[in-house]
């Protein structure tokens, strides 16, 4: 390899996207915030398992502002959430009911993999079952747990691109009768894209041989809801309000879940989201969840306790994932807004 190389890709780069602003904005987090960011924060955030709870709910890409504005009504209505930030109660602390305590903490990751990379990937956890409707649980840590209950293969909605709030409520209640001794995490897709109730803010996700940027490489088109607000091509408004909405949709289910099943629930996420907040050191404005990069709405998540009888958990021993088709977990991922 020449020492001209590196100098040469940059430069066909730069010849081939200097004029597309995602591509910068994209080269900005990765050269620039994810560095900064590495050594500033390295990998501080809340270790969950050595938290203490017994049924964690995970709600994917989930703000900590956006959860405090919808949860304040405890049947998960967000129908101020076109007034202020997120509604009427803006940012404000949420009530303890129905939460038994309430606070903010720091994630592990500004992404799905990053989260799960820094709590258990390292690690095996034979006293704990995974329900995920995320298909990283599968890809970075599906050997870590007793057993992990993949709620995107069983349940993916193929119309919607999606697994539904009621699925992953269904197989938590299923896993709970089945491991009574065993923690649960339940991991619920929403309020992460795509967007239940708004078909109209549907796109067409990832292209598999797409190498560039997050668009489609021909046509240039927006393949996520956040790349297509930062083109201008959706107004923000119309965005926040499916945001919130996504959160209105899984809030009964996750809820429900977190009061019924035995134990002290947490209910939490595994990351937030970006809507155009510019990231220290520099003055751009980024969008959706890089991984890497730091900032409050990225890691900053909710963490709320409901209390109840705690459940007698012990250790079993792990098992092997049985693995699921690499490209089905490429496609569903795809369909997720998310790159492979």
């Known amino acids: 390899m020449s020492v001209l190389d590196p100098i040469r890709y940059a430069v066909g780069e730069l010849r081939t996207n200097y004029d597309d602003p995602v591509w910068r904005r994209k080269r900005l987090a990765d050269r620039v915030v994810r560095p900064v960011h590495a050594r500033w924060h390295g990998t501080d955030g809340l270790d969950i398992p050595a938290a203490d709870w017994d049924v964690l709910v995970v709600l994917d890409g989930c703000r900590a502002d956006l ?25 404000v602390p949420i009530d303890p009911t129905p939460f038994d305590a309430y606070r903010r903490v720091t994630a592990r990751g500004s992404a799905t993999p990053e989260w799960l990379s820094g709590n258990f990937a390292d690690g095996t956890f034979g006293d704990t079952v995974y329900v995920s409707a995320n298909p990283y649980v599968a890809r970075i840590c599906g050997d870590a747990f007793h057993e992990v209950r993949a709620v995107w293969e069983s ?27 065993k923690r649960l995490v339940v991991h619920f897709m929403q309020p992460h894209y795509p967007f239940l109730g708004h078909p109209d803010l549907q796109f067409a996700g990832i292209d598999a041989d797409q190498v560039l940027g997050k668009r489609d490489a021909v046509t240039g088109e927006p393949h996520d809801p956040w790349e297509a607000l930062a083109l201008g091509r959706v107004d923000r408004r119309r965005l926040r309000r499916a945001y919130a909405d996504n959160l209105a949709a899984v809030l009964p289910d996750a809820l429900s879940v977190a009061r019924d099943l035995r134990g002290r629930s947490v209910v939490t996420a595994d990351h937030g989201n970006l809507l155009g907040e510019r990231a220290w050191p520099i003055p751009a404005r980024l969008y959706g969840h890089p991984i890497g990069v730091r900032t409050p709405a990225l890691v900053e998540v909710p963490w709320a306790v409901v209390d109840g009888e705690r459940r007698p958990v012990r250790d079993d021993g792990v098992a092997a994932l049985d693995p699921a088709d690499e490209a089905t977990i490429d496609e569903r991922l795809r369909r997720l807004g998310y790159r492979k």
């Open 155 to 181: 349940a993916f909605d193929a119309d919607m691109g999606t697994v539904h709030p009621a699925a992953v409520a269904a197989a938590a209640r299923a896993a709970d009768d089945a491991h009574p001794h």
């Open 67 to 91: 959860f405090e504005a919808g949860a304040l009504d405890a049947g998960g209505g967000l129908d101020g959430a076109d007034g202020g930030e997120w509604g009427d109660h803006g940012s």
